[in-house]
């Protein structure tokens, strides 16, 4: 039963994910180990699981180990300059082998559709080809990196065409020149710029590393543009593939992409954990502050209801109906985290004793702990001032405490105003707290 209440609390907090992705674009980009070592096969269930969903996706597979392992059966030698390889003759016959070679396997691990599996079933197109134009990238600190490129141009009309089809798209580490030849492009330019040129809501990079790191061992499981970029020009020691791709997110949320995310390829299960749930396994950058803090308007009346109605059955809050609610939905601030109602505060004006009423100040349980009550505390407190309120009560039965902490002091009954004072339940015998503004 406890496994069962568990799988219903996940699913219901995964809900407002699952329906906020359908018809959603995702660019997903993940290098040639994930192919070699065998951690495609899972990776596959999960693409199809979400576009079972209704998200339109795009994979960009890299090829470098592949491409490795046959320079080396030849003999030739290996160049990078940059973290870019130098790609003579040898290398560009050897990219173009191992390109059409990790294409195929992927298209066949796409095809599966074993009994038992999540793939049993699978009904998944896959689409490739010529979508990627490209341009030499030429000299690079004095070498020349030959038949090395970078993306030119994505053919977003025609991708866009095949997602409109419910096909998935993949794209391959090369580009095609309108003159007919072929360059060894970076997934992670190819990942970025299709992101880009098709507005993406997702650009997912999936690596050896967990996240970017925070402090200790923790990974930070949240960054802006502007704190990405920081931890950049700071010259931080980054894990070397954090190296390639955080400046990659910050180039993608900069042009439009609404999030980006840089998660492990080791862990099972990555990409449905940092897609469905709260706070996600690894790193999600995007280009404002998660959390936003607004006047609530009647369409959140969904959300501030069940966010309150929990803590109404256990009497901590007073009941609510939605009529009230939709009644007094201007008294009402929203703290928002990533679209979902995170927590709410309403403040009661009373004039005449130049006073403010702080009620129904909730926090949703899986975002506790982060300080979201002393954002909408502060938030009522400013408002209040802005008003002209000298003092600001609350009154409650179960976090007197908190609110002490915070400045305010015990009260009574009588110091209420006189409005307020008519409408005291004395059967619940609430806590009177104020505090001057």
Not at 105 to 116: D, P, Q, R, T
Not at 234 to 253: I, S, W
Not at 317 to 340: P, Q
Request: hydrophobic residues 40%.
């Amino acid at each position: 039963m406890k496994d069962t209440a568990h799988f219903v609390h996940w699913f219901r907090s995964a809900a407002p994910y699952i329906h906020g992705f359908r018809n959603k674009t995702f660019v997903i980009a993940f290098g040639g180990e994930l192919v070699s070592d065998g951690g495609f096969v899972q990776l596959a269930h999960d693409v199809n699981l979400l576009n079972s969903l209704g998200v339109r996706l795009v994979l960009v597979h890299g090829v470098r180990p592949q491409v490795e392992a046959r320079l080396t059966e030849n003999g030739a030698t290996i160049r990078y300059v940059s973290g870019l390889r130098v790609t003579d003759d040898a290398a560009l016959a050897c990219v173009k082998e191992a390109a059409g070679t990790v294409r195929v396997e992927i298209e066949a691990l796409l095809s599966l559709g074993v009994a038992n599996t999540p793939m049993a079933g699978a009904d998944i197109r896959v689409a490739s080809g010529n979508f990627v134009t490209a341009k030499p990238i030429g000299v690079i600190e004095g070498v020349d990196l030959l038949h090395t490129g970078e993306v030119r141009k994505i053919d977003a009309a025609a991708i866009r065409r095949r997602l409109d089809q419910h096909d998935i798209v993949l794209l391959s580490p090369i580009g095609y020149s309108p003159t007919g030849e072929i360059f060894n492009l970076s997934l992670e330019d190819v990942a970025t710029q299709a992101a880009v040129e098709l507005a993406a809501d997702k650009l997912i990079f999936l690596m050896d590393t967990e996240g970017v790191p925070g402090k200790g061992r923790t990974i930070r499981s949240a960054l802006t543009v502007s704190e990405a970029r920081q931890m950049l020009e700071q010259n931080r020691k980054l894990p070397e593939d954090v190296g390639y791709y955080l400046p990659c997110t910050v180039a993608a949320c900069t042009q439009g992409v609404k999030r980006a995310h840089l998660i492990s390829r080791k862990r099972d299960g990555a990409l449905l954990s940092e897609l469905f749930t709260r706070d996600g396994v690894g790193t999600m950058v995007s280009p404002t502050p998660l959390e936003t803090l607004r006047p609530a308007s009647i369409d959140d009346v969904g959300g501030i209801l069940g966010l309150i109605e929990p803590l109404e059955r256990e009497g901590i809050l007073v009941r609510r109906s939605r009529e009230l609610l939709e009644m007094e939905i201007e008294r009402f601030l929203i703290l928002e985290s990533d679209g979902v109602v995170a927590g709410c505060a309403a403040l009661y004006p009373f004039p005449e004793e130049q006073a403010a009423e702080l009620a129904c100040l909730a926090v949703s349980q899986e975002f506790r702990g982060r300080g979201f009550g002393d954002l909408l505390l502060a938030a009522a407190e400013k408002n209040g001032k802005k008003a002209g309120f000298k003092r600001l009560f609350v009154l409650t039965t179960r976090t007197e405490h908190w609110f002490e902490e915070r400045g305010f002091v015990d009260s009574s009954p009588d110091r209420l105003p006189q409005r307020k004072q008519a409408l005291y339940n004395y059967k619940r015998k609430s806590k009177v707290l104020e505090k001057q503004l």
